[in-house]
């Protein structure tokens, strides 16, 4: 999954397709709801496209054993539309969008929810550095350099919607795999 949601975000970039799927208030107010989701899966440019593959690859490498693919593209398409509905209720000003970073911040949230149980140390800390990045964000605007590597405006509501979207929903699904664990614990006990 992981290969192939690379492979969409690069395809659509070299493909020019950045322009037709951004999202875009006054095409969305027209009927086209898409746009509120294929909007993350577009960039600025190659260099805002890396910046979030990069990105992607932390979730990997830190949190990704925690959710199976079923769940993390669950995940995936629920924080996206969490940061396109997020625009388009809380930033009327807001009248185009691209970019991943929002749906990542979510997958991280979510994973390292997750990575409580198991590594509660570093998963706090992981938990710590993101809500202080928001926090940040929030009173004091985009990370320093962030713009100029990704070659625009940050659009910091982006990442906070994500983070929010992924924080209300890892717990469901943290709470089903519980379930299942203790349900196949007890289905192997009285096998």
Not at 17 to 46: C, E, M, P, Y
Not at 71 to 87: K, M, P, R
Request: net charge positive; hydrophobic share 55%; charged share 10%.
């Amino acid at each position: 999954m992981v290969f192939a949601l690379a492979f969409i975000c690069i395809a659509l970039q070299y493909a020019g397709l950045a322009d037709t799927l951004a999202f875009k208030r006054s095409l969305i107010a027209n009927g086209q709801w898409w746009l509120l989701l294929s909007g993350n899966f577009v960039h600025l440019g190659a260099n805002h496209l890396w910046m979030n593959m990069a990105g992607l690859a932390l979730v990997v490498a830190l949190v990704w054993k925690h959710f199976s693919y079923t769940q993390w593209l669950t995940l995936l398409l629920l924080c996206s539309l969490g940061v396109g509905l997020g625009i388009w209720f809380f930033n009327p000003e807001i009248q185009g969008y691209v970019g991943f970073s929002g749906a990542l911040h979510g997958l991280i949230i979510a994973g390292s929810l997750a990575d409580l149980r198991v590594y509660p140390r570093s998963a706090a800390l992981l938990l710590i550095l993101v809500v202080g990045k928001l926090t940040w964000e929030q009173f004091s605007g985009a990370l320093p350099g962030s713009e100029s590597v990704a070659g625009g405006y940050v659009l910091v509501d982006a990442h906070l919607y994500g983070a929010i979207s992924g924080a209300l929903i890892a717990p469901a699904m943290l709470i089903k795999n519980h379930r299942s664990r203790n349900q196949q614990t007890v289905d192997n006990v009285t096998s």
